[in-house]
T-cell receptor, first 113, second 114 residues
Framework: NAGVTQTPKFQVLKTGQSMTLQCAQDMNHEYMSWYRQDPGMGLRLIHY???????DQGEVPNGYNVSRSTTEDFPLRLLSAAPSQTSVYFC????????????FGPGTRLTVL | AQSVTQPDIHITVSEGASLELRCNYSYGATPYLFWYVQSPGQGLQLLLKYFSGDTLVQGIKGFEAEFKRSQSSFNLRKPSVHWSDAAEYFCAVGPYSSASKIIFGSGTRLSIRP
């Protein structure tokens, strides 16, 4: 099993550009989530999904979109990148809910100039 | 709203010494509590979790945590640290009413002195 994979590992964008961060898991987990990690602030939940076709907002959803067309994939879209979105982004998945062990991907480091 | 506080930003301990990382939560009822560890350049890994029952919880890598309702705390402990324990540690809390969201603390970075 590859576990949770994320691409790309690093990305530099200019303000206003759009992009999609990819996340995939091969463990047949129902729950998937996106977090951003900023220094001194821990991880903050952006969006999550409890199954294919179902998504919901977390703490900091503004500026981000998600979709869940399959159980395996949960892409995160930045519609118009802003410097405030410079961060490290983690995707995670778990059986059922976030209260079961979440398995995290290796992260994507995004810089917006 | 629930919140979680990790008062120590950075702790340094000597290899072989004992460790205690502090975590306090704010929530009206007993929440679900977690400790995750992040090694440098990696994603997070679950160390242990508490839902109910015995207030002393054993986890992986020799870690344990104790839930103290009266102090709203869930401190992480290890009797003897190893150099490989150097990492960032995150406490997290989840409300009983929603199993879809957990709130992470800001983290404590642990350094090990040889």
């Amino acid at each position: 099993n590859a576990g949770v994979t994320q691409t790309p590992k690093f990305q530099v964008l200019k303000t206003g550009q759009s992009m999609t961060l990819q996340c995939a898991q091969d463990m047949n987990h129902e729950y998937m989530s996106w977090y951003r990690q900023d220094p001194g602030m821990g991880l903050r939940l952006i969006h999550y999904s409890v199954g294919a076709g179902i998504t919901d907002q977390g703490e900091v959803p503004n500026g981000y979109n998600v979709s869940r067309s399959t159980t395996e994939d949960f892409p995160l879209r930045l519609l118009s990148a802003a410097p405030s979105q410079t961060s490290v982004y983690f995707c995670a998945s778990s059986y059922g809910t976030s209260y079961n062990e979440q398995f995290f991907g290796p992260g994507t480091r995004l810089t917006v100039l | 709203a629930q919140s979680v506080t990790q008062p120590d930003i950075h702790i340094t301990v000597s290899e072989g010494a004992s460790l205690e990382l502090r975590c306090n939560y704010s929530y009206g009822a007993t929440p679900y509590l977690f400790w995750y560890v992040q090694s440098p350049g990696q994603g997070l890994q679950l160390l242990l979790k508490y839902f109910s029952g015995d207030t002393l919880v054993q986890g992986i890598k020799g870690f344990e945590a104790e839930f103290k309702r009266s102090q709203s705390s869930f401190n992480l402990r290890k009797p003897s640290v190893h150099w490989s324990d150097a990492a960032e540690y995150f406490c997290a809390v989840g409300p009983y009413s929603s199993a879809s969201k957990i709130i992470f603390g800001s983290g404590t970075r642990l350094s090990i002195r040889p």
